[in-house]
């Protein structure tokens, strides 16, 4: 799959973020899958993310948000324009 | 959208400025991305970029380049792409180290630490109330609290500790966090405020003695986190779900501010605040221009909008009374500006008197500025200058970089002290004495200077000094000034004899000696005691033991009237002969030819080859020194007293 299917909002500050270039921000990638997105960079990347889309995530769910799809989609979840 | 527009293209542009290397410009692109966007991605674009050119910010901007270890107990990685963009636009570039969640305490102990390891240049520790004072909470539920003063005092004896044991390890410099005054207790707003031992209450009392250690660690600040929360408004400064689920003691709506607020109250340890403030007049320091209103017609005073101009000058008098200097920069007839001053003397926060120097002319502001800085011997770095006009403001910024410009808002006066206070170059840890009486300092050393330009001779010059040399002896000077002058002049001093005041008390007292010291004030300021003279008549020869000045009053004729006025005592004692003594050191060559310059004869069978001794000598009945006519004598009649009880000696 290609960074073509992450809105590019998004993909952007995950970009950002993980000081990786757009084109690398895929739905697959996540914690682990790139030694850039370690815990600390995770807990920026769902900072910025609620700062950006203006929602909060429930802090227990936000572990479980590892992969950009993930994120995605607890972000269609919470009524988010992408 | 055409914010998001711009964004990009900025961001297009820093990169491109970073990977040609060019510094000042990313760092400037930067502002303006950071003026535009507050989007934590941007933020950490910038972040990253700088680090990528972390050297190059040194080399180019000289940034500031810190050895930086975060000592805390909460979380802190989120903010630190914030810190190192705040730290760059400020010009430090911080080489960052975390310790750990729990290791605080050992850190700061233990010799063998990763923060000692780290070698750090600054240190900042950052805990949270729970573990500087965790039973407060507790302690302070029922607001009666008899147990909360001790708590208080054990914490800070516990962080006085860390710090202390610290210190005694490393020279770093230390950036110790205050607490934030919870917002929600279960006391509510009410309680926090009546009752005594609430935890409001406790925490506003924790916070002031913890500044109060900080004041007794040498290069520590105490960074006030309350004041900086409530500013920015404390509802918003805590997000409970983030600090409950990941110890974070921010919201990320906070984080920027946060940032910022560090650096500043960082900077202060490694740099020196401005020293001069240069104000224009019109529509700065009062509304309207005084050409066109005449000094009736200008807005300054108690009634709107001239109350924020005195606003303005009460905010220059309160910074001027801690040893920032105020200069006026101004196009303008200074005729006019002295009526002006005079006439609305009532009105106005500040006299003429509180300015270190006036530029009142139609020259470009720039070489005023110039001028200026050289007249105070000052760098241009130690300048801001305040200006409602935006041609001026964009002239100094290009042709003077160093000084810091702020463009007065003529539209929304009011404004301007907000902008002001907004710029750190002011801050300042600490104040001495020496930065209080920096004014009057400054002002005689301007005016000086400025009379030296203007004069059309060295004689015309100093005669318009109005200088006032008052001798007195040397055991009134006090006696201690005597010993202190002694022992600290080096350039202007004959022989460099570093008695003791036993040794000065002997020339006081013995039979034809002389223990002389000299005041010396001019129309600008008292020097205060400047001069000392040791000599010793027997028979008919006086021998100068030694003769110094201060180097700040050197070439005002003042060493000839401190001869003069030796060779007057020594008359009066019986000499017909006085005898000079120059001891050469590495030092003191600027006083080599004293002797000679007053008409002494080198005496070549007097020297003495033991020592590095010359001898010179002068016939007191033909040559007596005379003192400069530009100077005032005062003081000499003590000294015919105890030429006289030489005499009848």
């Known amino acids: 799959m290609s960074s073509q299917q992450v809105p590019s909002s998004l993909r952007d500050i995950l970009a950002d973020v993980l000081e990786i270039s757009p084109e690398e921000v895929t739905p697959e990638l996540g914690v682990g899958t790139i030694d850039n997105w370690d815990s600390f960079r995770h807990l920026q990347a769902i900072l910025a993310v609620e700062g950006e889309y203006s929602v909060q995530f429930d802090p227990s769910r936000i572990p479980e948000l590892t992969t950009v799809s993930l994120i995605q989609a607890e972000l269609i979840a919470k009524g988010a324009t992408l | ?649």
């Open chain 2, 1 to 649: 959208m055409q914010n998001d527009i711009e964004r990009q293209d900025l961001r297009r542009r820093i990169k491109e400025a970073a990977s040609a290397q060019d510094a000042r410009t990313a760092v400037n692109l930067a502002r303006r991305l950071l003026a535009v966007s507050s989007k934590p991605a941007d933020i950490m674009f910038c972040a990253s970029t700088f680090t990528g050119i972390a050297d190059t910010l040194t080399s180019q901007l000289g940034a500031k380049r810190l050895k930086t270890y975060i000592v805390r107990s909460v979380t802190i990685e989120p903010i630190l792409p914030f810190l190192t963009t705040e730290a760059v636009l400020s010009n430090y570039v911080l080489d960052m180290s975390v310790g750990g969640y729990g290791s605080y305490a050992d850190e700061l102990l233990n010799p063998q630490s990763a923060l000692a390891k780290f070698k750090p240049d600054l240190v900042f520790i950052l805990l949270d109330l729970e573990d500087i004072a965790g039973r407060l909470p507790a302690l302070c539920a029922d607001g009666i609290g008899d147990a909360v003063e001790a708590e208080i005092g054990e914490s800070v004896a516990r962080v006085e500790q860390l710090l202390r044991s610290f210190r005694s390890g490393s020279s770093a410099r230390i950036l110790f966090q205050g607490c934030v005054v919870p917002d929600q207790t279960s006391l509510g707003d009410v309680g926090e405020a009546n009752l005594p031992h609430s935890l409001t209450n406790a925490v506003y009392q924790l916070n002031q003695r913890l500044a109060a250690v900080c004041r007794t660690i040498s290069d520590c600040v105490f960074f006030d986190l309350d004041h900086l929360a409530a500013r920015h408004g404390r509802a918003n400064w805590r997000d409970a779900r983030m600090f409950l689920a990941s110890r974070l003691p921010l919201s990320s709506a906070s984080f920027g501010i946060y940032a910022g607020g560090l650096v500043r109250s960082f900077s202060p340890l490694f740099r020196a605040p401005r020293k001069v403030l240069c104000t224009d007049l019109d529509n700065t320091l009062w509304g309207g221009v005084l050409g066109e209103e005449g000094p009736e017609g200008i807005a300054t005073g108690s009634v709107f909008p001239g109350n924020c101009y005195l606003e303005y000058q009460r905010y220059l008098k309160q910074l001027s009374s801690r040893g920032i200097l105020l200069a006026i920069v101004s196009k303008n007839n200074d005729a006019d500006v002295r009526e002006a001053f005079q006439i609305r003397a009532a009105d106005l926060g500040l006299t003429l008197d509180d300015f270190v120097a006036r530029k009142i002319s139609w020259n470009e502001k720039a070489a005023s500025i110039r001028e200026l800085a050289e007249e105070l011997s000052l760098g241009l770095d130690s300048f801001v200058f305040v200006d409602d006009n935006p041609v001026e403001c964009e002239a100094i910024r290009q042709q003077l970089p160093e000084v810091a410009v702020v463009a007065a808002p003529v539209e929304e006066p009011w404004k301007l002290i907000e902008l002001l206070s907004a710029q750190p170059f002011f801050d300042a840890a600490v104040v001495t004495d020496d930065d209080a009486n920096r004014l009057n300092e400054y002002k005689a050393q301007a005016q000086r200077a400025a009379l030296a330009t203007s004069a059309g001779n060295r004689d015309e010059f100093l005669a318009s000094l109005e200088i006032v040399c008052t001798f007195l002896s040397a055991l009134d000077a006090p006696l201690t000034r005597s010993v202190q002058l002694l022992a600290k002049t080096n350039q202007f001093n004959l022989t460099t004899r570093r008695h003791s005041a036993a040794e000065v008390e002997a020339f006081d007292s013995s039979p034809g000696g002389q223990a002389v010291a000299v005041r010396v004030r001019d129309r600008f300021g008292d020097a205060g005691v400047v001069g000392l003279a040791l000599a010793r008549t027997e028979g008919n020869t006086c021998s100068i033991d030694s003769l110094l000045l201060s180097c700040r009053v050197i070439g005002r004729g003042i060493e000839t009237a401190l001869l003069a006025h030796l060779g007057e005592n020594a008359v009066r004692a019986g000499a017909t002969r006085l005898v000079g003594e120059f001891i050469p050191t590495k030092k003191n060559a600027p006083c080599a030819d004293f002797y000679v310059d007053h008409g002494f004869v080198k005496d070549a069978t007097s020297t003495d080859t033991s020592t590095d001794s010359i001898f010179y000598q002068l016939d007191l009945t033909t040559a007596a020194p005379e003192s400069p006519r530009w100077l005032t004598l005062e003081g000499n009649e003590s000294n015919e007293f105890s030429a006289g009880a030489v005499v009848a000696s």
